[in-house]
């Protein structure tokens, strides 16, 4: 069964129209802007690679790495500071409602292959979270200290450019996040987050994949709308949703 025709075209185009988002390229100029690069690790990212990886190539994740890396390497060669988050979790402990997966020591909570230089380069901040919001995986549950909020206040980042996966998850309510702790003062610097269209993807969960495995109706997720949806919310909170990120 081909994941492409799990959703209609009408049916995408249907919520497109009623739910529009308008992509714009975005300008970094010369703003101190930093990359969040969200959960491009093995266990979302590498076919077959553990539960929640693609079962088969799948174009929008590909693109997905490709871009991030792209962008990566630009970041990199102006200077730019990059901020990873790797979805880590200590063995055995779950994360409801999901299954277990990106156990340390299993592989799936490392960078992808074509992002494993990200893992030791001084521009490059890595955060292992255990939670969906990077935002809150960010803080320690101690202290209270929060590492992405000192990240970007440290480099008084005005801009930040968002890539990663799931664009409706992850990448969602780490965006809407930020915009509500920019709102409440938190970020005093920062003025705009633009999450790059091309640089995210989400995964594909198609009623037939739901049936085989058991899981409830709601454990449906098809890919496009699932992205658009993601995207679109994200638009509707005040992040800029680019087409291009020119640097
Ligand atoms: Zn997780």
């Given at each position: 069964m081909s994941t492409t025709l799990s959703t209609p075209n009408s049916t995408l185009s249907a919520i497109e129209a009623a739910l529009p988002i308008d992509p714009q390229p975005y300008t970094v100029g010369d703003r101190p802007t930093g990359l969040i690069v969200v959960d491009v690790v093995n266990g979302f990212?590498?076919?077959?690679?553990?539960?929640?990886?693609?079962?088969e190539p799948n174009e929008q994740i590909a693109t997905m790495v490709s871009q991030s890396n792209r962008l990566a390497k630009a970041f990199i060669a102006r200077g730019m500071p990059i901020l990873a988050f790797l979805d880590s979790?200590?063995?055995?402990k779950a994360e409801p409602?999901?299954?277990?997966?990106?156990?340390?020591?299993?592989?799936?909570e490392k960078l992808v292959p074509e992002l494993?230089?990200?893992?030791?380069?001084?521009?490059v901040t890595l955060i292992e979270k255990d939670c969906i919001n990077g935002f809150i995986g960010s803080i320690d549950v101690e202290t209270g200290n929060n590492t992405l909020i000192q990240w970007v206040n440290q480099h008084k980042h005005e801009a930040l450019v968002v890539v990663g996966i799931c664009t409706d998850i992850c990448v969602m309510d780490l965006v809407v996040t930020m915009l509500s702790a920019r709102n409440h003062d938190m970020l005093p610097r920062l003025k705009e987050i633009a999450v790059y269209t091309k640089g995210c993807a989400t995964y594909d969960m198609t009623p037939e994949m739901v049936r085989s495995l058991g899981?409830?109706?709601?454990?449906?997720?098809?890919q496009k709308i699932s992205h658009h949806i993601g995207l679109y919310t994200m638009a509707e909170r005040g992040a800029f949703i680019a087409s291009a990120i020119v640097l």
């Open positions: 990212c590498t076919v077959g690679f553990g539960v929640a990886a693609p079962r979790h200590e063995p055995g409602p999901y299954p277990t997966h990106c156990e340390k020591g299993s592989g799936e494993e230089w990200l893992e030791t380069h001084p521009q899981l409830p109706k709601t454990a449906i997720h098809p």
